[in-house]
């Protein structure tokens, strides 16, 4: 069922019309940088904005931290309140779960194949955040060291490997948001609805985050500690909020894929 | 095959289908009649184990649904409320998708099956034309073949010439008897009496969520005694049978308490002309909507 679930994945357009488009944005602020050599003011704008114009390598983070805040999620949310609420609106949930298939077993294969969604999406986003980095932005330091965010350098093979942990860190950061739409996805048999239900729940939160009087609250919000993957390129990495925020994502998890599948297994399927 | 004790269904105070007592025996051709909004749906629903009954049992093929789903409904091919499929893919990919889905099916021979049901319900030939472009006949016969994919002992089927010309009705018709005669039970909902009555060999008839007749088509149908004549001198015939007539039109009598040669033998004698003959039957007609107005029904039924 696993297999079957990716190959619909990989199999329908709008997975790659979805990351064409994730795709579009970092590509184009890396030619407006490379065209107009302005960078961020340091400080402002996505992280490692600044550190690009000097060492292209840097760049498939700079796309990371583009598409973080708000495209990776709503990429996520649409695939994932589409996963059931899809099959119902197009009839062929009936027929999966007479064909049999389990429900919990399809609800897993539905969340293993949105993870992997998320993880292709950003394994493509940072190969081609490194390509166009290189291309446009040039390998700015001849000694093959580059500065992590810290200052101090990191050789090529550090930024590598802490490449990849970033890469895992963003999709594993997806969890909460897909394992919410993927609940809501069983109550509805709008895909849009679900969707939509999923991203209100994470402007919210990021509307939160901004306001002081909800400080008791930012610590449990799903959002907190997306960016954490930056501490990955400090010098030594600084653990505390990426191992928060992967237990905090876990939580969630656990709690929405729960509620979903305790919904999905009682409930009447009428689609 | 299929037996189902006391079976209800209630969404809030609506009772969708109550206290039903089901009995499909294996090697039926089974008709089950209703209008739109008598339950059907939700019946079949139940037996699939899509819809979570209220209270009552259900067996299918031996076992108890919805708890031994896994293992019966590999068993079973269904077509419920109309096919489905996913619009991008070819019928052909669909079909190979969905039987990689579940397990209970092998994989080596999933192509050669793929190939022969679309070759048992004509589409064979579309290729590799995303379903999207199919036309409605076609997209029934696609959900048709995948009901057929693994062989089931029993299929059970929601309106399945819905959407499909004369020649299709014909085609699926056959199609459903040829598979009937190796051995599957066939299960079949419909609102269409003419449908059931070519094809069936037992008839349940729901209404308003009750069972309110379940027999064999062969005996609801058995000639019911009387005589039907039909004649332009009816009022001769009449003269001539006496206490025998039980109905008269302007030219149909029927006689009731006298065999056929008999009645012919009298009717000859006397001279008079006679143009129809026969013992009476009832159409599947009158008998559900009898069977109906027993149960009180204002349901009505095409």
Not at chain 1, 212 to 228: G, K, S
Not at chain 1, 246 to 270: E, M, P
Not at chain 2, 78 to 106: I, K, Q
Request: hydrophobic fraction near 50%.
């Amino acid at each position: 069922m696993i297999r079957v679930e990716l190959v619909k994945m990989l199999r329908r357009p709008r997975t790659w019309v979805t990351i064409a488009m994730l795709n579009a944005l970092p590509t184009l602020v890396a030619i407006l940088l490379a065209v107009t050599d302005v960078g961020p003011r340091s400080g402002t704008g996505p992280a490692f904005l600044s550190a690009v114009l000097t060492d292209g390598t840097l760049y498939p983070l700079a796309a990371l931290a583009i598409v973080l805040p708000l495209f990776l999620p709503v990429a996520v949310a649409m695939m994932a309140g589409e996963a059931v609420a899809g099959e119902a609106q197009a009839g062929t949930l009936r027929y999966l779960l007479v064909r049999p298939v389990g429900r919990t077993r399809l609800l897993v294969a539905k969340l293993i194949s949105i993870v992997m969604f998320v993880l292709l999406t950003v394994v493509i986003v940072a190969v081609l955040g490194y390509v166009v980095g290189m291309l446009l932005l040039g390998d700015g330091d001849s000694s093959g060291l580059v500065s992590g965010v810290s200052g101090t350098s990191l050789t090529g093979t550090q930024i590598a490997q802490r490449t990849m942990m970033a890469v895992a860190y963003v999709t594993l950061s997806m969890l909460g948001v897909a394992a919410l739409a993927l609940l809501l996805s069983t109550f509805t048999d709008s895909a849009l609805g679900a969707a939509l239900g999923a991203l209100a729940f994470l402007i919210a939160s990021t509307l939160l985050l901004t306001l002081d009087a909800a400080a008791a609250l930012q610590p449990y919000l799903p959002t907190r500690y997306w960016l954490a993957f930056v501490d990955l390129f400090r010098d030594p990495i600084l653990w505390g909020d990426l191992v928060r925020g992967l237990l905090l994502q876990g939580v969630y998890l656990v709690g929405f894929l729960g509620a979903g599948w305790a919904n999905f297994t009682s409930k009447d399927i009428t689609s | 095959m299929i037996k189902t004790r006391g079976l209800t269904k209630r969404y809030g105070a609506l009772t969708a289908v109550d206290g039903l007592d089901l009995d499909v025996r294996e090697g039926d051709v089974y008709g089950f009649l209703g209008a739109n909004g008598s339950g059907k749906t939700t019946t079949v629903r139940m037996l699939l184990g899509l819809v979570l009954a209220t209270s009552g049992d259900i067996e299918v093929d031996g076992e108890v649904m919805p708890g031994a789903a896994a293992r019966v409904l590999p068993r079973v091919g269904a077509l419920v409320e109309g096919p489905a499929a996913y619009g991008h893919l070819s019928g052909r990919t669909n079909l190979m998708l969905l039987d990689a889905s579940g397990g209970g099916s092998s994989r080596s021979t999933r192509k050669r099956r793929v190939g022969e049901a679309l070759e048992r319900v004509g589409l064979s030939a579309v290729g590799r034309r995303p379903v999207r472009a199919y036309s409605l006949g076609m997209r029934q016969r696609l959900g048709l073949a995948a009901a057929l994919l693994r062989e089931p002992r029993l299929l059970v089927l929601d309106e399945p010439t819905n959407g499909l010309d004369p020649q299709g009705i014909r085609e699926i018709r056959e199609l459903l008897l040829a598979l009937n005669a190796r051995g599957t039970t066939v299960f079949l909902s419909s609102h269409l009496l003419a449908e059931v009555e070519q094809l069936c060999t037992r008839v349940g008839v729901l209404d308003r969520g009750r069972l309110v007749m379940q027999d064999e088509l062969a005996t609801v149908r058995a000639p019911t005694g009387r005589v039907v004549v039909r004649t332009p001198d009816a009022d001769q015939v009449a003269g001539v049978i006496g206490r025998g007539v039980v109905h008269r039109d302007s030219d149909v009598v029927v006689v009731d308490g006298l065999d056929a040669p008999t009645l012919n033998a009298e009717l000859v004698k006397a001279g008079l002309r006679v143009s129809e003959l026969g013992p009476e039957r009832r159409t599947l007609e009158q008998v559900v909507l009898e069977a109906a107005e027993r149960a009180g029904s204002t349901g009505v039924l095409r």
